[in-house]
């Protein structure tokens, strides 16, 4: 036991060492995305438009798949891949083929809801129709093909595929900057969904193939089918669940938008381009998390189970996640003291050298620092809620992120009075510490 316990802490590590630089350069290429959008854009009504409605996009593909579908797949396959290989095709041909034919329909209806709903108090901007559907649209079609590549990404990281995800993930951020500079004066501002779209395009193209290798399986055993099995159900259920921690996540930056639109024009644009940094220190350690996830779903799966259902014993899980957290607390404090006095210097250089205005660059940085202040147990939190996705512990989550739900747009509401749209940066940091309270606790009492 000892002998396989070191093992598979030294391919955690070797995992961790490949992954982490290649996808960083991926994630660099995303954040210099937003970069490239604040100097050629700035922060006119329009880009509040086009932000307020990448964050729908970004927040149902959150919904749909990365934060519920990826969730649950992969730590679902890992259990099945441990009864065998030919259970593993099983799994993914009836999860998979019951997904492609609900999602898209989902993601339509929820686009529509959300339009519906935006129409109240979103600003008014001077797009004509024909733009405003049209950006709508895209960004439809991007959620559409996005949620698809995250089911692709968990069938490979079940595996242990990390590498091409990430690698074209980097080569997918190029291709986006290159066709908003292309396209931006024919098309304008819908420029940006376009290449969104074509980027998330290029990527399903390349992991569909890979997917099918690793799992010697061919595209027609992966048509849309509505016949129940064991595997749809619990992955339906589960899906559900995390749905629901989904919704309740995803919501809480939609509705700071919302909230902060109230407050007058480039508003919004203001709290996106400073969450942009607040992703900096996400990215340094949210390139880990796959390979985490991978990781603990396996340790999990082999685990003795008790009647009830739970872990007999998780003695080496809850250490393996005790070792991340203080390699997580090693690596980001001094990494977060000095963002945080560097932060005025940072936006300067990044946001500096184009229509943002002086004035623009000092509020958003007021605004980082006061995200900065929340993003330790912030990160602490990510990590352990991977823990209990590996432990199909789904409650936890979804009652955490029930709670930030709740609450955040009371204190919106209440700190705005004060402090403005710093106020909605207050809400989020101070949240996080009773969240992370929460959280750690249900893990280390659960058996």
Request: proline share 4%; with cysteine; charged share 10%.
């Amino acid at each position: 036991m000892p002998n396989n316990a070191s093992q598979t802490q030294a391919s955690l590590l070797k995992n961790i060492l490949i992954v982490t630089p290649l996808s960083l350069i991926g994630r660099a290429g995303t954040f210099l995305i937003y970069v490239v959008l604040a100097n050629w854009f700035g922060d006119p009504a329009e880009m509040d438009f086009i932000y307020y409605y990448w964050g729908i996009a970004i927040f149902l593909i959150e919904l749909l798949s990365a934060a519920s579908a990826y969730s649950v797949l992969v730590p679902l396959l890992a259990e099945a891949r441990a009864k065998g290989e030919t259970e593993a095709q099983r799994c993914v041909q009836s999860i998979f083929s019951r997904y492609i034919l609900i999602m898209p329909w989902l993601c339509c209806l929820l686009v529509a809801i959300s339009w519906t709903i935006s129409q109240r108090f979103l600003p008014s901007t001077e797009l004509s129709s024909a733009t405003t559907i049209g950006i709508v649209c895209g960004f439809l079609c991007f959620t559409i093909i996005a949620s698809l590549r995250w089911m692709l990404k968990a069938i490979l990281d079940t595996y242990q595929a990390f590498q091409l995800p990430v690698i074209v993930q980097g080569i997918r951020a190029a291709l986006v900057i290159g066709i908003i500079y292309l396209c931006k004066p024919s098309l304008t501002w819908f420029s940006i969904p376009f290449a969104l779209i074509l980027g998330e395009l290029f990527q399903v193209i390349v992991l569909f193939p890979r997917c099918c290798a690793i799992l010697n399986l061919k595209t027609r055993h992966l048509k849309p089918d509505l016949q129940e099995t064991p595997y749809t159900k619990q992955f339906l259920h589960q899906c559900l669940l995390m749905m629901g921690a989904a919704i309740a996540d995803g919501l809480n930056p939609v509705v700071d938008r919302g909230m902060g639109s109230t407050l007058g024009a480039s508003s919004v644009s203001k709290l996106d381009y400073a969450l942009r940094l607040c992703a900096i220190p996400e990215t340094l350690t949210g390139v880990t998390l796959p390979v985490l996830l991978s990781h603990w779903a396996k340790l999990s799966s082999s685990e003795p189970q008790s009647e009830n259902g739970s872990t007999a014993n998780g003695t080496e899980l809850q250490r393996s996640v005790w070792q991340g957290v203080i390699a997580l607390l090693v690596m980001m404090v001094p990494f977060l003291v000095g963002f945080y006095f560097l932060r005025e210097n940072i936006v300067s250089v990044l946001y500096g050298h184009g229509e943002l205005s002086e004035a623009g660059q000092s509020h958003i940085a007021s605004l980082l620092g006061i995200y900065l202040l929340g993003m330790l147990p912030r990160l602490i939190s990510r990590l352990l809620i991977r823990a209990h996705l590996a432990r199909q512990a789904h409650g936890t989550v979804v009652t955490a992120t029930l709670i930030r739900l709740i609450l955040n747009p009371f204190l919106n509401w209440l700190f705005m009075q004060y402090w403005g749209l710093e106020g909605i940066a207050w809400s989020t940091t101070l949240l996080s510490y009773p969240i992370l309270a929460y959280i750690a606790i249900a893990f280390w009492r659960q058996k």
